[in-house]
């Protein structure tokens, strides 16, 4: 009879701040910062320290993130959308760096407003 083993997780804060400033590929490419965090976390969730639990806080963040911009576009006819839109904009440039930040300290890391498609 095998008894299974939990794999044991290597600790790399580097990936993880990596993981967390990837998201600023939006600001170049578009997509970008969903798709790379998304293809690390799916490849690394099981072999990192915390990637799995931050690597959901940085997919619901951004998909929270596309939503809110999406929603900003049809409310630019009344203004508020561009409100909606430079608050997507700032949000989206300084929680990843501030989270980056607090992930390569060995700090906990929370992206508030976020809507929690993955838990």
Same mark, same amino acid.
């Given at each position: 009879?095998?008894?299974?083993?939990?794999?044991?997780?290597?600790?790399?804060?580097?990936?993880?701040?990596?993981?967390?400033?990837?998201?600023?590929?939006?600001?170049?490419?578009?997509?970008?910062?969903?798709?790379?965090?998304?293809?690390?976390?799916?490849?690394?969730?099981?072999?990192?320290?915390?990637?799995?639990?931050?690597?959901?806080?940085?997919?619901?963040?951004?998909?929270? =993130?596309?939503l809110a911009a999406?929603?900003?576009?049809?409310? =630019?006819?009344?203004?508020?959308?561009?409100?909606?839109? %430079?608050?997507?904009?700032?949000?989206?440039?300084?929680?990843?760096?501030?989270? %980056?930040?607090?992930?390569?300290?060995?700090?906990?890391?929370?992206?508030?407003?976020?809507?929690?498609?993955?838990?």
């Amino acid at each position: 009879m095998e008894v299974y083993q939990d794999p044991i997780l290597r600790e790399d804060r580097q990936l993880l701040l990596f993981t967390h400033l990837s998201q600023l590929l939006t600001y170049i490419t578009g997509f970008g910062g969903f798709v790379v965090p998304l293809i690390i976390w799916l490849m690394q969730r099981d072999k990192i320290e915390q990637m799995d639990e931050q690597g959901k806080q940085i997919l619901n963040f951004q998909l929270t =993130m596309i939503l809110a911009a999406l929603v900003s576009i049809p409310l =630019m006819l009344i203004l508020v959308g561009f409100v909606i839109a %430079a608050l997507v904009g700032l949000l989206s440039l300084i929680f990843p760096i501030v989270n %980056a930040i607090k992930a390569n300290n060995g700090e906990p890391t929370h992206y508030p407003l976020s809507i929690m498609f993955f838990k």
